[in-house]
């Protein structure tokens, strides 16, 4: 079956840009995170659906970040006014509901110039 | 100070040989403990995992878990070229599993 997929793998975007990114968890899983990987650095966590509900957003930096999966299915992280120091991978995980193991996609990347 | 602190080597080791990779935490309410592999522009894959402390074996991996210490540790044996990836701990609160908690991870190379 297919796993988490993360679209798009890549993007570049000027300062002051807004961009989203589309996670399409694995089919069935009802819990759906996101988490932001920098240069070197492990993820670190941003946010948690349970289906449609986000039931934390303690891991966003800042109100320019916002997230939402509307269907309880595919979420989108949205950045609004992009910054340099939001350069980071975007990866997105799903998973059954109260499992620990968590699949994650390949993530994108984003560079903001 | 960070919650899960690892080494980020890189640990460059010859194929064959025994590996360790190591964690320190400081969050005593952290019961799961995880172990994922991260190949270069890939997300992370899931090794292992342990609830509370002692080992568990899955093949040439073995995970430990010291609460006492708050240090974990993965064990590779007969280290393949394959190996060669950046691996990482996880960690998370009993009762609140939605939330891991990573190490920087630790880039091992092994060589043939």
């Known amino acids: 079956g297919a796993g988490v997929s993360q679209s798009p793998r890549y993007k570049v975007a000027k300062r002051g840009q807004d961009v989203a990114l589309r996670c399409d968890p694995i089919?069935?899983?009802?819990?759906l995170f996101w988490y932001q990987q920098a240069l070197g650095q492990g993820p670190e966590f941003l946010t948690y659906?349970?289906?449609?509900?986000?039931?934390?957003k303690s891991g966003l930096p800042s109100d320019r970040f916002f997230a939402e999966r509307p269907e309880g299915s595919v979420s989108t992280l949205k950045i609004q006014r992009t910054q340099q120091e939001d350069s980071a991978v975007y990866l997105c995980?799903?998973?059954?509901?109260?499992?620990?193991?968590?699949?994650f996609g390949p993530g994108t990347r984003l560079t903001v110039t | 100070q960070k919650e899960v602190e690892q080494d980020p080597g890189p640990l460059s080791v010859p194929e064959g040989a025994i590996v360790s990779l190591n964690c320190t935490y400081s969050?005593?309410?952290?019961?799961?403990f995880m172990w994922y592999r991260q190949y270069s522009r890939k997300g992370p894959e899931l090794l292992m995992y342990?609830?509370?402390?002692g080992n568990k074996e899955d093949g040439r991996f073995t995970a430990q878990v010291d609460k006492s210490s708050k240090y974990i540790s993965l064990f590779i044996r007969d280290s393949q070229p394959s190996d060669s990836a950046t691996y990482l701990c996880?960690?998370?609160?009993?009762?609140?599993?939605?939330?891991?908690?990573f190490g920087s991870g630790t880039k091992l190379n092994v060589k043939p």
């Open positions: 995980a799903s998973r059954l509901d109260r499992e620990i193991v968590c699949h």
């Open positions: 089919s069935g899983h009802v819990s």
């Open positions: 659906f349970q289906n449609e509900a986000q039931l934390d």
């Open positions: 969050n005593s309410a952290f019961q799961y």
């Open positions: 342990t609830y509370s402390s």
């Open positions: 996880a960690m998370s609160a009993h009762g609140n599993f939605n939330k891991f908690y």
